[in-house]
């Protein structure tokens, strides 16, 4: 990537880290290849938004590269040539002292080369030096329906040189969530192993279903002549419909619990229960026969719920 990144996202350069992640996720979803097979441009864009992206949502690299210490694509940009004339006076005699240079061992210099070698994990190969080193992590995002994260799920990923990547999703995945696949990312030198991909994942909102901690929270609407009688209706869980018992007398608000029903976290941990929620519900139109029935029921029963509050 040779243009700027934030030019490449289309923010500027005071954007917060949320600013970034939401301008690429929106480019994402216009430029994916996967979801824009007719556009034969959308992989360039996609390539060049995540290279942007996997700048700058790194706090340290996107330092570097304000400061210019680093360019578009990462890489170390070259540090200003210097020339021994720079650093020794008009008769050629090196500067002494605070700021100057010492006068310097060429072969002590060469024998700290050597040992930097050493540590940097380089071997010595018929009498040649050859390096070796891990290849570095690459990192990756995904977007996950609320469903997919909670009962798992196989999905492919495409990666920025147009090859796929088989993500699978464990049950229980929460929003935020790195899954780390190890050796599928950069190669490694010499006979260093290749690097990771590590994929944080990013769960959309459901409808009706929220999370709270390994249990499913759902608010259920029910009829009044169900709230007063009592009745068994059908609820939704992730697994599907199921039949929940309303005790008579229900009030909105109300919890009831299904156990079991929630999400299946790793290791040995139970499963999380579904909390129902109650809410009563008037019909979208009063009739005669339900108004004369409540003016009738009124004049014979008192009752003040909010009797309590006044005192």
Do not use: C
């Amino acid at each position: 990537m040779s243009r700027d990144p934030y030019e490449v996202l289309g923010v500027a350069k005071t954007a917060t880290a949320d600013e970034i992640k939401k301008a690429y996720r929106k480019i994402v979803r216009t430029s994916h290849p996967d979801l824009n097979p007719d556009d034969p441009d959308a992989q360039s864009r996609f390539i060049e938004a995540t290279e942007a992206h996997d700048l700058l949502k790194d706090p340290a690299q996107r330092a570097r590269y304000d400061k210019g210490e680093i360019d578009a694509s990462g890489a170390e940009r070259a540090p200003e040539r210097k020339f021994y004339r720079d650093y020794s006076g008009a008769d050629g005699a090196s500067r002494q002292g605070a700021g100057g240079f010492e006068d310097f061992d060429t072969a002590s210099i060469f024998e700290e080369i050597l040992r930097q070698r050493g540590r940097g994990g380089q071997s010595h190969d018929r009498g040649d030096w050859a390096f070796n080193a891990p290849g570095p992590d690459r990192r990756y995002q995904l977007e996950l329906d609320f469903l997919e994260a909670a009962k798992g799920a196989q999905k492919r990923i495409t990666l920025p040189d147009g090859q796929s990547l088989d993500v699978k999703i464990p049950t229980g995945t929460a929003d935020g969530q790195t899954i780390r696949l190890r050796g599928k990312g950069g190669e490694g030198m010499g006979e260093g192993p290749n690097g990771d991909a590590l994929v944080t994942l990013s769960v959309r909102p459901h409808k009706i279903f929220r999370r709270e901690g390994n249990d499913i929270v759902l608010t259920l609407p029910i009829t009044i002549d169900e709230a007063v009688l009592g009745g068994k209706v059908q609820t939704p869980t992730i697994d599907g419909p199921v039949s929940l018992t309303i005790p008579a007398g229900a009030s909105s608000g109300q919890i009831l619990r299904l156990r079991g029903r929630g999400v299946q976290p790793g290791g040995k941990k139970p499963r999380g229960d579904q909390r129902v929620e109650l809410r009563i519900v008037t019909p979208p139109k009063i009739d005669d026969a339900l108004k004369d029935f409540m003016e009738s029921w009124r004049e014979t029963h008192s009752h003040d719920p909010r009797k309590e509050m006044m005192s």
